[in-house]
């Protein structure tokens, strides 16, 4: 019981979903680079992920939950933290000991939770229309154009490379962080940082890489 | 401490460097009173002082105009007791490192700087008076779990009877060299008061005398960490760079495994 109201729970429970929403985005990165180096790969990839039950009515309410975890624990947190300090310094001099990104986390966080709502809207919503609403039959062969289009205009292409921009510098704090939340600092830390770090700007890159290869791509030209 | 070259914006006079120094210190009547950043202009501050001396200057000049001088906390004046405090210019001790305020040296500043000093800042470190805050939050934490029973009624083992690995001792060591001045909580974006508990923890938890109550002593501290009301870790590292003794992170990733486990075991 004490394990639940306790501040530490609250960085486990922050960690584990953050980790447990890294490797999503790596499967997702996975699937992402599909489209660029084999559109039918793409396609049957995506026709799984759409129609496997396993994926459809275990894995995607697990997905939501772990999203919907971490970012209203989040928000606990933050409020908590203000709660902490009522009257703030006249001056106070965070950029002396800590950078930029692990001190504002909550706002790439934001971005990110603001991106996650656009990104739901053009694909799980459209998707679940096409499925359910329009009740159109299986056509595992729409997926890779469906994608194309999506980057066609300029603005959706931008928003999501500036909101993958900003994942990464979350990234960028919070992958290698949750393994300090979970108690792992050791001999192996420096090299647990050096791959999160490597993570947090790969990954966010290749999202962005496959976003603008798609708005450049001439089959919408 | 190596003595630095004096920079080019302080002045000589009579061999000595001094500074005009531009201070806007927190003044608060009590606890129940607001208080506000009061302007005081110091001149003739020597780079040689410590900022507690230069303090002690500035009330003296005070005092003599019949004025209230400016209430700070202090004792040891020689980094052990963790007693003095400040925040100057935004940072808990000053801009330094690993030094508490008494040995920060007024030769780390510039003729004319303008200087702001606070008390530390947190709910749980209420303000007593000017820059003095109740820390005594830090003093229920270690009351909670921060200590070991021993037998001392005749029949006293001595400690050095019972093997402790060399990294274990060295490591128990860095850990209670944490004075409780407080600087981590002040440092905090959160104001989290993870590192000292976690060093007060950690000093315990590496050594065999320190096992027997280890599952208790990492649920009672950080229980009693939450009711004070400090904020959450949320690892920007900026306690560990700020304290005066160099307490590292390691010791708040210990105690999240040491806490972890406890709450496993029941």
């Known amino acids: 019981m004490s394990l639940i109201k306790s501040s530490l729970a609250r960085k486990y429970v922050m960690a584990l979903s953050g980790l447990f929403l890294v490797i999503f985005l790596l499967l997702h990165v996975t699937i992402n680079l599909a489209s660029v180096l084999s559109p039918d790969f793409f396609n049957e990839a995506s026709h799984f992920m759409g129609y496997n039950p396993l994926v459809q009515f275990l894995m995607q309410p697990i997905l939501i939950i772990g999203v919907i975890v971490h970012f209203v624990m989040g928000f606990v947190l933050e409020i908590q933290n203000k709660k902490a300090r009522s009257i703030g310094y006249v001056k106070y001099n965070g950029s002396a000991n800590a950078p930029w990104v692990s001190r504002n986390m909550i706002y790439s966080g934001l971005v990110v939770l603001a991106f996650l709502a656009l990104h739901f809207y053009d694909f799980w919503v459209h998707e679940m229309a096409y499925k359910y609403v329009e009740a159109n039959p299986e056509d595992p062969t729409r997926y890779y154009h469906e994608t194309v289009e999506k980057f066609s205009p300029i603005w959706r292409t931008v928003l999501y490379v500036i909101s993958f921009v900003l994942l990464g510098l979350h990234l960028w704090h919070g992958f290698a962080s949750s393994f300090q939340s979970m108690g792992v600092n050791n001999k192996y830390t420096p090299n647990i940082k050096r791959c999160a770090k490597t993570f947090a700007v790969v990954v966010p890159l290749l999202f962005a890489f496959i976003a603008i290869y798609h708005h450049l791509n001439p089959i919408t030209h | ?266």
């Not at chain 2, 209230?68 to 906390?73: A, G, K, M, T, Y």
């Not at chain 2, 007693?83 to 801009?95: D, R, V």
């Not at chain 2, 030094?99 to 303000?127: S, Y």
């Open chain 2, 1 to 266: 401490m190596v003595d630095e070259k004096p920079s080019n914006k302080q002045q000589t006079t009579n061999n000595y460097i001094t500074m005009k120094l531009y201070l806007k210190i927190w003044r608060q009547k009590d606890a129940s009173t607001p208080g506000k950043i009061v302007d005081y202009t110091l001149d003739g501050v020597e780079g040689d002082m410590s900022f507690l001396e230069m303090l002690d200057i500035l009330n003296e000049e005070l005092v003599s105009k019949g004025e209230e001088p400016v209430e700070f906390d202090h004792d040891c004046r020689e980094g052990i007791c963790g007693t003095c405090s400040l925040q100057i210019n935004g940072e808990p001790h000053g801009p330094d490192r690993l030094v508490t305020t008494c040995q920060l040296h007024m030769r780390k500043f510039n003729d004319g700087d303008t200087i702001v000093i606070e008390p530390f800042r947190a709910n749980a470190f209420p303000v007593i008076k000017d820059l003095i805050v109740d820390r005594s939050a830090f003093d229920r934490i270690q009351q909670a779990g921060g200590y070991i029973s021993v037998n001392t009624s005749g029949n006293t083992v001595d400690a050095n009877c019972i093997p402790i690995n060399k990294h274990d001792a060295d490591e128990a060591m860095d850990a209670a060299t944490c004075i409780g001045c407080g600087a981590c909580v002040a440092a905090c974006k959160n104001a989290s008061a993870m590192l000292f508990t976690s060093a007060k923890v950690s000093q315990f938890a590496l050594l065999p005398q320190g096992r027997i109550e280890a599952v208790e002593r990492v649920q009672n501290m950080v229980r009693q960490m939450d009711l004070e009301g400090f904020g959450n870790c949320t690892n920007t590292g900026a306690c560990e760079v700020e304290c005066p003794k160099g307490i590292s992170l390691t010791n708040i990733a210990r105690m999240n495994r040491e806490y972890l486990s406890a709450s496993l075991k029941g």
